[in-house]
Each structure stands twice: as C-alpha cells, then as structure tokens.
C-alpha cells in the first residue's frame, strides 16, 4: 500500500522572454512511498532532487505527471481543498540558518501551526509547546530566544518539532544535516529515527551522501539530470547495481572512504 | 562607534526639537508670524525680536518657528505617502513575481529615468502650485525608487527557507507578507526613509523658494529664503536663519541614518543594498 505515489512526474522551468530557454529540473519520474518507510534520493547537487521535494510539497507546481496522496492528486485539488494536506506532508529544509524567521522568537515560530491550524490544545498552546518540545532535545530557555541566536544544529530540531506539531504522515528531508558538523549530523538521524519509530512517519530523504542514505533508508533511488536511474531495496541497488552512474557513485564513495 | 553614538543622540534630539517646536508653535512662537511692523523692518536683535525682523518687519524667530512646522511635517508627510505607495506596489510586483513584476518594473524604470527636480516642476507646473500639488508631486516622482527597493528585498527574503516553510504549513499570502515578510524588510527601509525626509526638506523649500509650493504669506523656509535674497545685504539673519534651520534638519537626518545604517550593517547586513 502506497502512501504517496508520483506519476510521470516532470518539471521544466523557462527563462528568458516569453520563456525561450526552457530547462528540464525533473524528467518524467515515478515513484511510491508507503507508510513508515524512508525512501532515499540521492543525486549530485542540482540534479532535480530538491525540485522534485518542492513538487511533492506543493511549493512548486509541476509541469505535468501526478502525485496521488489518499488516492487524489495533489496537483489538482484547489487551495482550500489543500489545507487539510498541508498538514500531512510537510518538509525539513537544508539551510537552517534560513529556516526561522530571524525576527520572531523560538516559541513565535513554534505558535504558527497553531495559528494555521486547528490543532488539539490551542488554547493553550504554550503548554503543549513546553510539553511538546522535551522529547525533541530542545532546552526551553531556547524559547525566548531569536532565531538568529539559535545554532544549526537546535534550529533544525526546533523545524522539526514544529513540523510534528502538525502530526504529519509524510515529510521530505532536503540534505538535513549537510551543513551541520558530523557530531550533530548523527544527533539529527538518530532523532528523525526515534521519530519514525514512535510515529510511523514516511521519509523522502534526499541527500548526495550515498553513506547517510544506505545507513538511514530502506529503499532508495539514483537520480541524474532530472532522471530516476535507478531504484529498488536499499542493500539490492548497492550491492548489484545495474546503471554505470550507480556503479560509479558508489566506487567514488568507497574510494573516498579508503 | 562611540562618537556616531553621541552624533546619534545629538541628531535625534535635533531632530525632536524640530518636531516638538513644529507641534508647539502656537504655544511657543513669541509673535504672530504674519504680523506686519513696517516702522521695525529688518531690526536687529532686541528683547521683544530675539533674532530680529524681516523686511516687512515681521518676527524672524516666529516665522522660523512656524516655517519648521511646514517644512518639517510636509516633508514627513510626503515621505510616508510614498512609502505607502511605493511598498505596496513594491510588495506585490516581488511576491507575484512573473509577469506581473516584469510589467510593474517597466513602469518603474520609465519612472526612475526621471530626473525628479524636474518631474517636480513639471507636475506642479501641471497642477498649478500649493500645498496639494507639492504632495502629489513629491509622492509620483519618488514612489519608483521606493518600490524598486522594497521589491528588491522581497524578492531576497522570499527565497529563505522560512517563507517556504510557511507555505508548506498552508500560510496564505497576505500572513506571510504580515508575518514573515514585513518584519524582515522593514528595518532595513528605515535608513531608506530617513534619507527620504532629509531629501524632501529640501525639495519642498526648493520647491517654495521658486514659488511653486506653498505660496508668499506661508511661513516656509523656502519662502524665508527667498524673501530674504533682496534684503539680506541690508541684515544678513534674514537669509543665515532659514538656510541654517535647513542645513541643521537635514545633516541631522542624514547622521541618523547613517548611524541606522552602520547598526544594521552589524546586525545582518541588510542595509548593504542600500
């Protein structure tokens, strides 16, 4: 049973006057995610993997395929028919010093799906914040703070507890811990592991990490030039891959780790 | 750091001294600003004239005093109508995007091909001078600049993670303008709009003192300065107080807001664009 299903997926973005040049981010890709799974993309950077993030996400409307949720495509439906998805799937970004507004404090950011939502307990909100964010390692006298004031590291636990405020059922990992130092980068996986554990979230994580994706996914898929290559179990791809790139990614990694 | 903060300080209360002397005239000024005493043209200082009279032999203090409240409230009057023009245009062209922004930028460059002084003058030649048309002029021919900034910073702040995440949890474009986009654009304007003030000071009296603004009995220190070029051989205050009142308003509304400027720069480099 599939939780999220692209169809054909493709993306073409135009420039130039009346879009003359016409560039091709993500090329017919299909794929599904079912519940509790951790579906693995990796890619060089700029090959369409963070496009394709933004497309599940309804950030950005695809140029022609499907992304089936619940057996409806989310590309179709009106915005206010929407709402209620924006919280199912959610996403978690690369860049944390970006991720919070610099100009609100940590418990302003963390109020906000209260105020785009009707969640339980928004009355008193700032009791289930507190409640809330001890199981995400986030000290409270973080709280109070800017968000500039917040290192990488807490920022993108404190995204993260905010994005399960929402209790969604699907998130995108976009390279979430590739700016962050290799200590907290393990603190991270291991909390977006304790998470799916305990929630039976689904994972889209996208990463050019060919280590963090074979550690952290259960399938995975190679995507070049906007193209899916390559997908299947995580441990059958590695092991026999069958596209050159593949092969030659991996040999790349193990070259890098000798 | 520590001098432009005394500079700061000092120019702030300059500055408020102005506003409060403005709001107050009624209460402050020591003589009828429009009160002729030909007998007592152009005296010098005395007790009843602190700075003395003018030609007409009117108290120069007074008029300077009244003349700050139209310079001064004029000016920022003028400056928060084109702020209120050029953000909104600014903040929709930047968050549409597309060809909604590429057609509002066109105008704008038409716009800002401009030279101001004389998009001025010819809109006042247009609408005939006055207090009504000083405004509308200084508001067509400076909204440009303003939005093309502000379009500017949407379009940085738009591309951070925040506002994206925003999206994703289904914010709607006018919170996010509200919420994410207003606070993180608003700080850096503000450098932008005290230059603006100190700017428009001066086109306003530039503006009075070529007789297109506000009109001969105003007090005015466009008008001051133009009344006084006849006279000032005679008593030279008539034309140094005005022209002094000018030059102190506006040096120090330019020292806040390079002190703003060099604040913001520190905070996040915000200021850098402008």
Same mark, same amino acid.
């Given at each position: 049973m599939a939780l999220i299903e692209m169809k054909h997926l493709t993306k073409v973005f135009r420039s130039g006057r009346l879009g003359s040049r016409a560039h091709t981010?993500?090329?017919d890709v299909s794929l599904t995610i079912g519940p509790g799974e951790t579906y693995g993309l990796m890619g060089e950077?700029?090959?369409g993997k963070s496009t394709l993030g933004r497309m599940l996400t309804c950030l950005l409307p695809a140029t022609s395929g499907q992304v089936l949720y619940d057996g409806r495509d989310l590309l179709r439906v009106g915005k206010r028919e929407l709402h209620p998805y924006r919280r199912r799937v959610q996403m978690l970004f690369q860049h944390p010093d970006t991720?919070?507004? $610099?100009?609100?404090t940590v418990l302003d950011s963390l109020r906000e799906p209260f105020l785009l939502h009707d969640l339980p307990g928004r009355a008193h909100m700032d009791d289930v914040i507190r409640e809330h964010i001890r199981a995400y390692g986030i000290q409270p006298e973080l709280l109070e703070r800017r968000a500039s004031q917040v290192s990488g590291g807490q920022t993108q636990r404190i995204v993260l507890a905010r994005i399960m405020l929402l209790q969604p059922e699907f998130i995108v990992?976009?390279? $979430?811990?590739?700016?962050?130092d290799v200590s907290v980068q393990a603190q991270i996986m291991a909390l977006l592991r304790d998470i799916q554990e305990r929630t039976g979230v689904s994972y889209l994580l996208i990463s050019h990490d060919l280590d963090l994706i074979r550690r952290s996914s259960h399938r995975i898929g190679i995507m070049r030039d906007g193209k899916l290559l390559e997908q299947g179990e995580t441990g059958a791809v590695l092991d026999s891959p069958t596209h050159p790139y593949t092969r030659s990614l991996i040999n790349s990694f193990a070259y890098m780790r000798d | 750091m520590k001098k432009k903060r005394v500079m700061f300080i000092l120019a702030l209360a300059v500055l408020l001294a102005f506003l409060f002397v403005g709001v107050a005239a009624d209460l402050i000024a020591p003589w009828d600003p429009n009160a002729v005493d030909m007998a007592n +043209?152009?005296?010098?200082? +005395?007790?009843?004239?602190w700075l003395g009279t003018d030609h007409l032999g009117r108290d120069l203090l007074s008029r300077l005093i009244y003349g700050s409240r139209s310079s001064v409230f004029i000016a920022f009057f003028a400056t928060g109508c084109t702020l209120l023009v050029g953000m909104t245009i600014g903040l929709v062209s930047g968050w549409l995007g597309g060809w909604p922004d590429q057609l509002i930028q066109s105008v704008v460059n038409i716009f800002q091909g401009i030279p101001s002084t004389a998009f001025v003058v010819a809109v006042l030649g247009l609408l005939g001078p006055g207090m009504r048309s000083l405004l509308i002029a200084i508001v067509v021919s400076s909204w440009a600049g303003f939005s093309r900034i502000v379009r500017n910073q949407v379009l940085e702040v738009r591309e951070q993670h925040y506002i994206e995440g925003a999206r994703a949890m289904g914010a709607g474009g006018l919170y996010i303008v509200r919420r994410h986009i207003l606070p993180n654009i608003l700080l850096p304007l503000l450098v932008l709009i005290a230059t603006r003030i100190g700017s428009t000071v001066l086109t306003v009296a530039a503006m009075s003192y070529l007789g297109l603004g506000l009109r001969a009995p105003a007090s005015d220190w466009g008008i001051m300065i133009n009344d006084a070029k006849l006279y000032y051989i005679r008593y030279f205050p008539v034309l140094l107080a005005p022209a002094a009142c000018l030059t102190l308003f506006c040096l120090s509304i330019n020292l806040i807001a390079d002190y703003l400027r060099d604040r913001l720069d520190h905070d996040d480099g915000a200021a850098r664009m402008l």
């Amino acid at each position: 049973m599939a939780l999220i299903e692209m169809k054909h997926l493709t993306k073409v973005f135009r420039s130039g006057r009346l879009g003359s040049r016409a560039h091709t981010a993500v090329d017919d890709v299909s794929l599904t995610i079912g519940p509790g799974e951790t579906y693995g993309l990796m890619g060089e950077s700029g090959c369409g993997k963070s496009t394709l993030g933004r497309m599940l996400t309804c950030l950005l409307p695809a140029t022609s395929g499907q992304v089936l949720y619940d057996g409806r495509d989310l590309l179709r439906v009106g915005k206010r028919e929407l709402h209620p998805y924006r919280r199912r799937v959610q996403m978690l970004f690369q860049h944390p010093d970006t991720s919070l507004n $610099p100009r609100m404090t940590v418990l302003d950011s963390l109020r906000e799906p209260f105020l785009l939502h009707d969640l339980p307990g928004r009355a008193h909100m700032d009791d289930v914040i507190r409640e809330h964010i001890r199981a995400y390692g986030i000290q409270p006298e973080l709280l109070e703070r800017r968000a500039s004031q917040v290192s990488g590291g807490q920022t993108q636990r404190i995204v993260l507890a905010r994005i399960m405020l929402l209790q969604p059922e699907f998130i995108v990992l976009d390279e $979430p811990t590739s700016m962050l130092d290799v200590s907290v980068q393990a603190q991270i996986m291991a909390l977006l592991r304790d998470i799916q554990e305990r929630t039976g979230v689904s994972y889209l994580l996208i990463s050019h990490d060919l280590d963090l994706i074979r550690r952290s996914s259960h399938r995975i898929g190679i995507m070049r030039d906007g193209k899916l290559l390559e997908q299947g179990e995580t441990g059958a791809v590695l092991d026999s891959p069958t596209h050159p790139y593949t092969r030659s990614l991996i040999n790349s990694f193990a070259y890098m780790r000798d | 750091m520590k001098k432009k903060r005394v500079m700061f300080i000092l120019a702030l209360a300059v500055l408020l001294a102005f506003l409060f002397v403005g709001v107050a005239a009624d209460l402050i000024a020591p003589w009828d600003p429009n009160a002729v005493d030909m007998a007592n +043209s152009l005296a010098g200082p +005395s007790r009843a004239h602190w700075l003395g009279t003018d030609h007409l032999g009117r108290d120069l203090l007074s008029r300077l005093i009244y003349g700050s409240r139209s310079s001064v409230f004029i000016a920022f009057f003028a400056t928060g109508c084109t702020l209120l023009v050029g953000m909104t245009i600014g903040l929709v062209s930047g968050w549409l995007g597309g060809w909604p922004d590429q057609l509002i930028q066109s105008v704008v460059n038409i716009f800002q091909g401009i030279p101001s002084t004389a998009f001025v003058v010819a809109v006042l030649g247009l609408l005939g001078p006055g207090m009504r048309s000083l405004l509308i002029a200084i508001v067509v021919s400076s909204w440009a600049g303003f939005s093309r900034i502000v379009r500017n910073q949407v379009l940085e702040v738009r591309e951070q993670h925040y506002i994206e995440g925003a999206r994703a949890m289904g914010a709607g474009g006018l919170y996010i303008v509200r919420r994410h986009i207003l606070p993180n654009i608003l700080l850096p304007l503000l450098v932008l709009i005290a230059t603006r003030i100190g700017s428009t000071v001066l086109t306003v009296a530039a503006m009075s003192y070529l007789g297109l603004g506000l009109r001969a009995p105003a007090s005015d220190w466009g008008i001051m300065i133009n009344d006084a070029k006849l006279y000032y051989i005679r008593y030279f205050p008539v034309l140094l107080a005005p022209a002094a009142c000018l030059t102190l308003f506006c040096l120090s509304i330019n020292l806040i807001a390079d002190y703003l400027r060099d604040r913001l720069d520190h905070d996040d480099g915000a200021a850098r664009m402008l």
